[in-house]
């Protein structure tokens, strides 16, 4: 198990490699000097050249990226160009907001997800089966900020039941952070939640039918203890498996979402990095998010590998 570990561990460094090279060449090779904005527009060229040269924008590309990595390799992601503060401080600033936001639609997704998709198995062309499926279609096909700007007019704004928008720490009112975190959650859950319906229906499906499920039913096992010992336990491997995947997709969700509910959370910083031309938040803020996506992906690794032990000798 150890050596399966480290392998995984290992197969993380090249990729978190490769997206810190990706990510910094293509932001600073994008038109435009983000000297100008901490300028006016009529702002004259010796006045352009020495902001360039307090930000060290006059060095050489080569040279930026050495000075970058040799920062990165000491935790130091530099200085925000607007924030005028340590870009670690204020992505460890909104980063629980974030996690908050994604941890709990992930659970959401993955509960409601996981209990239709066994419903719609059991129930397999009856009414229960073509009901879910066909929620689950709908949420597959809905988009994020739509239905958020739907969720906002009907629940906030028609029959104010929920707040708007804006964020309360759960530390400060967990009351009020419940409140003001349901409708993203929802909003961000729902794309994910109809994804793991059908791929649990599908596996369920396949597992029920296998022969030692008819065998379990042919001993006179209770009905609940068939389709969860034997049917659900058997049919987690892909469904662990699109678990990761989950996680890349609602952090990505959620940069859009905590835009559409004004949550100041790392992907809201991250936009506003992006309409500043602010790049070592842009930089830092993807690299603490790619970090997360293989730091999960690692944890859904170990899982799969604890469900089928087949996995570790492979």
Request: charged share 15%.
């Amino acid at each position: 198990m150890i050596r399966f570990i480290l392998r995984r561990v290992l197969a993380s460094i090249p990729v978190l490699l490769l997206v810190s090279l990706i990510t910094f060449g293509l932001l600073w090779l994008v038109p435009g000097d983000p000297a100008s904005m901490f300028l006016d527009a009529g702002a004259t060229a010796e006045a352009l050249d020495r902001v360039r040269r307090e930000l060290g924008l006059d060095q050489p590309f080569l040279v930026r990226m050495g000075q970058w990595y040799a920062r990165l390799l000491q935790g130091d992601l530099g200085q925000s160009l607007l924030l005028n503060r340590s870009v670690v401080d204020a992505i460890l600033e909104r980063l629980p907001v974030t996690l908050s936001l994604t941890a709990l639609a992930f659970v959401v997704s993955v509960l409601l997800g996981v209990a239709a998709g066994v419903v719609a198995a059991v129930r397999h062309g009856r009414l229960a089966d073509q009901g879910m499926m066909t929620l689950a279609l709908i949420g597959l096909s809905i988009p994020e900020f739509w239905l958020g700007l739907v969720l906002i007019w009907l629940i906030a704004v028609l029959v104010p039941i929920f707040p708007a928008g804006d964020y309360v720490p759960f530390t400060q009112d967990a009351w009020q952070w419940a409140r003001h975190i349901a409708l993203p959650t929802f909003s961000l859950a729902c794309v994910q939640m109809g994804f793991v319906a059908r791929m649990t229906r599908s596996s369920m499906l396949e597992v029920l039918g296998q022969d030692f499920v008819r065998t379990a039913r042919a001993k006179g096992l209770p009905e609940p203890y068939v389709v969860v010992r034997h049917g659900l336990h058997n049919a987690m491997v892909p469904i662990v498996t699109v678990m990761g995947i989950m996680v890349g997709a609602l952090l990505g969700g959620a940069v859009v979402t905590e835009q559409v509910f004004s949550i100041p959370g790392l992907g809201r910083l991250i936009i506003g990095a992006v309409l500043s031309r602010d790049f070592p938040v842009i930089q830092g803020g993807l690299l603490f998010l790619a970090l997360i996506y293989l730091t999960v992906n690692l944890a859904v690794d170990l899982l799969y590998a604890a469900i089928d032990p087949r996995v570790r000798l492979e």
